[in-house]
């Protein structure tokens, strides 16, 4: 864990800024041999006993990350290969912050076409790898963290009821790593211009996110036939405090029906939704029945919304939590 504090003896900010600006007070950070697969293997595992599935029984595995074990193979194969998933297809989903909610809605689908029966997503993130820790204005926002889900098929009325995916790749330029790929392969150049790390256009991205969240919010509501007064709990992407509480203003939710664990993880990418869903569960205020608005925005531009009603409890895993719909 690395706290305000922590930061603010190596960089020029203070705890008070970090809180008052972002709603952070401190984050997960991997060990040096930690990769973002050590992170979605636990969860992805207490996913699975939680849903009483058997890894042999599972279809497909996802991986929705921005930060991979390697480029190629993919981190979903890993995952595959530590569970024992031996007929399952595997493949990694790229959205960004983003990524966990169209993993959702991959999964569904799948299903819904009758593809695959059993899906296992996992959305897990080891930001901290890829941070520029001289810069104050990245250094203090992201953290790592994984969850997971298996979906199935749901007893009518319940599981997910809307999707809603949006993207915008003009303003992909806001949010990126900008090496490591093929545009720009690693050189020493890149490396000494710290091109490998973490960037992003603070005022622009903040801008973008307090519209599209509710934009993408107030869609799946409509495609579910649903109003806010009909949600029971918004599960927002944790990126910023302010960015949540201006879609919770938005549609009138009261700040007690919103899940909020950023002053405790910072953004954890694709690991947000399923965490948050977790802990509310794992505490007994996300119960079966209760209808669920999750809503995130992420690089690319990508954003996406999903409204679901709660099927079943789940359990958080150590280290990683745990994520079940079903």
């Not at 169209?102 to 009758?114: D, E, K, P, R």
């Not at 969850?147 to 915008?168: E, M, R």
């Not at 949010?175 to 000494?192: D, F, H, I, M, W």
């Amino acid at each position: 864990m690395v706290t305000n504090a922590d930061l603010a003896a190596r960089l020029d900010t203070t705890d008070e800024w970090i809180r008052t600006r972002t709603g952070i007070r401190e984050r997960r950070v991997a060990r040096p041999d930690e990769a973002t697969s050590d992170f979605a293997i636990p969860a992805a595992r207490q996913a699975l006993a939680s849903a009483g599935v058997a890894p042999e029984d599972v279809d497909l595995v996802m991986c929705c990350t921005a930060t991979p074990d390697h480029l190629f193979p993919a981190t979903a194969c890993l995952i595959q290969d530590a569970l024992g998933c031996r007929r399952a297809a595997a493949f990694d989903l790229a959205a960004a912050c983003s990524g966990f909610i169209y993993g959702l809605a991959t999964a569904n689908a799948f299903i819904a076409s009758g593809m695959y029966r059993t899906i296992l997503v996992c959305g897990a993130e080891t930001l901290t790898k890829i941070l520029d820790w001289t810069d104050r204005s990245s250094a203090v926002l992201l953290g790592d963290g994984a969850g997971a889900a298996v979906l199935q098929p749901a007893q009518p009325g319940y599981g997910i009821l809307s999707v809603y995916l949006g993207a915008d790749g003009a303003g992909g330029p806001l949010v990126q790593q900008p090496a490591g790929g093929s545009r720009q392969p690693a050189t020493l150049e890149t490396v000494a211009e710290r091109l490998h790390t973490f960037r992003q256009n603070g005022r622009e991205v903040y801008r973008f996110a307090t519209q599209i969240m509710g934009d993408a919010a107030d869609r799946a509501l409509e495609l579910a036939g649903l109003e806010p007064a009909g949600i029971d709990w918004l599960v927002p992407h944790q990126a910023n405090y302010r960015i949540i509480e201006a879609a919770a203003r938005r549609f009138g939710f009261p700040m007690e029906r919103v899940w909020v664990n950023i002053d405790r993880y910072g953004n954890m990418s694709t690991a947000c939704i399923p965490v948050a869903l977790s802990e509310a569960s794992e505490q007994g205020r996300l119960q079966r029945g209760q209808t669920v608005l999750a809503v995130a925005f992420g690089a690319g531009l990508t954003w996406g919304a999903v409204t679901m009603r709660w099927a079943m409890p789940l359990a958080a895993a150590a280290g990683a939590d745990a994520e079940v719909a079903q």
